[in-house]
T-cell receptor, first 113, second 111 residues
Framework: DGGITQSPKYLFRKEGQNVTLSCEQN?????MYWYRQDPGQGLRLIYY???????QKGDIAEGYSVSREKKESFPLTVTSAQKNPTAFYLC????????????FGPGTRLTVL | GQQVMQIPQYQHVQEGEDFTTYCNSS?????IQWYKQRPGGHPVFLIQ?????EVKKQKRLTFQFGEAKKNSSLHITATQTTDVGTYFC???????????FGQGTILTVHP
């Protein structure tokens, strides 16, 4: 089956620890995106990447970092510098040059204790 | 920066009633996309509107794009309990395929 996978579904961390969220896609999509969703709010863009080894900051990049070493993978690290990291994190991908439709993974719910 | 305002934030309806959510922008939109997110789930693409005044239908769902391409609406006729979830509009015309999402409308359907 083609799709986007995110792991784990639920993640708990202690305050002050860095944590890396996984995002993998086998859709052969060029572009990948990370969003953060808080209760009652829309999705806010953290980082995005159009091609391997290149990525750009989104609207709320502070306290986060990413890498894009492979086309299929776009991991997100939530660092200890992120003031309020507890949220639902969604990864998405899009076929560059195609429609603007984004395909979302199932999400990771991060809780920092 | 570009903002997309969506109203209402919440809508509670009885099963069988109609539902509408509205999306507004202060600037002209290149295109508008609609997504549905079931409780506990992830956003799923519903449709994209590109042309001024465009109307598209998917069974009980009707999507409209305003003549000035600054607003859009999603109307559901005769809601069912399977329609529950959050409906998002998103401006799809920003650079690099970035989407700017509205805040979403949370729909609750009472049986």
């Amino acid at each position: 089956d083609g799709g986007i996978t995110q792991s784990p579904k639920y993640l708990f961390r202690k305050e002050g620890q860095n944590v890396t969220l996984s995002c993998e896609q086998n859709l052969n999509h060029d572009a990948m995106y990370w969003y953060r969703q808080d209760p009652g709010q829309g999705l806010r863009l953290i980082y995005y990447s159009q091609i391997v080894n290149d990525f750009q900051k989104g609207d709320i990049a502070e306290g986060y970092s990413v890498s894009r070493e492979k086309k299929e993978s776009f991991p997100l690290t939530v660092t200890s510098a992120q003031k309020n990291p507890t949220a639902f994190y969604l990864c998405a991908s899009r076929l560059a040059g195609g429609s603007d439709t984004q395909y979302f993974g199932p999400g990771t719910r991060l809780t920092v204790l | 920066g570009q903002q997309v305002m969506q109203i209402p934030q919440y809508q509670h309806v009885q099963e069988g009633e109609d539902f509408t959510t509205y999306c507004n922008s202060s600037t002209t939109l290149s295109n508008i996309q609609w997504y549905k997110q079931r409780p506990g789930g992830h956003p799923v693409f519903l449709i994209q509107l590109v042309k001024s005044g465009e109307v598209k239908k998917q069974k009980r769902l009707t999507f409209q794009f305003g003549e000035a391409k600054k607003n859009s609406s999603l109307h559901i006729t005769a809601t069912q309990t399977t329609d529950v979830g959050t409906y998002f509009c998103a401006d799809g015309g920003t650079s690099y395929g970035k989407l700017t999402f509205g805040q979403g409308t949370i729909l609750t359907v009472h049986p």
